[in-house]
């Protein structure tokens, strides 16, 4: 199955369930193969924040499929973005990595200068 497409939604990014984990199709992070693959859906939830930091387009729905299948608390619709990242920030600080704690706060930071136009 796949979380998300390019092009769909604006996407910069393509990620589906491969035979050898979770891979990000033609990832276009520098040093990433293009075939960047992980294990577990918290460590593509961390790679996607690595876009969303480099200004690609990731779609919610697609971190939202990755939160339910890692068991971590999901969005909705009336949480504004800045809610959203403290949980995810809340979820970094207790189970996340130094990277993931470091994109939480970026992430949180990005929130805090207002809406994202687009
Ligand atoms: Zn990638």
């Given amino acids: ?12 990014v393509y990620v589906f369930e491969s035979e ?26 961390e790679h996607l924040m690595e876009h969303r930091a480099a200004g690609h387009t990731v779609p919610e729905y697609a971190l939202e499929e990755l939160r339910r299948e890692a ?13 959203y990242a ?18 939480a706060r970026m992430w949180i930071e990005q929130e805090e200068q207002g809406p994202s136009v687009g």
């Fill in 1 to 12: 199955m796949s979380y998300c497409r390019f092009w769909w939604d604006g996407s910069d």
């Fill in 20 to 45: 050898r984990g979770i891979e990000c199709c033609g990832c276009k992070l520098p040093d990433h193969p293009p075939g960047f693959t992980v294990q577990t859906p918290e460590e593509m939830i």
């Fill in 71 to 83: 068991g971590l608390p999901l969005a909705f619709p009336e949480k504004t973005g800045l809610e």
């Fill in 86 to 103: 403290r949980e995810h920030f809340a979820w970094a600080e207790r189970d996340g990595t130094d990277g993931a704690r470091m994109l």
